[in-house]
């Protein structure tokens, strides 16, 4: 009973969703949600998916931030560096391992031409 009422929500929702006026930003937004439709609806058929993206906007908040107070960068080089740093920031934030040591150990992995660590999460 309850997959059929909310197949019933969803299928209304679409519908009406789709009916937008003529107006520009409505068209706009209407086109939009024809596209993905079913983006909109995930996070309700798979469990523990959320449907905010809270938790992304949430790991780059530091990159807008530091763009922000740096005023970002003005070559390529400099701007994949960021990109690398930044990723390397967040990854070891939500494994919750510290940035200091995996740099540390990188680098001195490196240097001596060993095998660096991995940002890949290990999986028996």
């Known amino acids: 009973m309850f997959q059929k009422?909310?197949?019933q929500a969803h299928d209304d929702l679409v519908e009406a969703g789709l009916e937008a006026p003529e107006h520009k930003p409505a068209q706009n937004m209407a086109e939009r949600?024809?596209?993905?439709?079913?983006?909109?609806f995930r996070f309700i058929n798979i469990?523990?998916?959320?449907?905010?993206?809270?938790?992304t906007e949430q790991a780059i908040r530091?990159?807008?931030?530091?763009?922000?107070v740096t005023q970002g960068t003005r070559s390529v080089r400099w701007q994949q560096w960021c990109e690398r740093i930044w990723s390397t920031i967040a990854t070891c934030s939500q494994q919750q391992r510290s940035v200091f040591e995996f740099l540390h150990q990188?680098?001195?992995s490196h240097s001596v031409g060993r095998l660096t660590p991995s940002l890949l999460p290990?999986?028996?």
């Open 47 to 55: 469990p523990g998916l959320e449907p905010t993206n809270n938790l």
């Open 33 to 40: 949600f024809r596209q993905n439709t079913e983006s909109y």
């Open 106 to 108: 990188t680098v001195s």
């Open 5 to 7: 009422v909310l197949q």
């Open 122 to 124: 290990w999986v028996p």
């Open 62 to 68: 530091f990159v807008v931030l530091d763009r922000h």
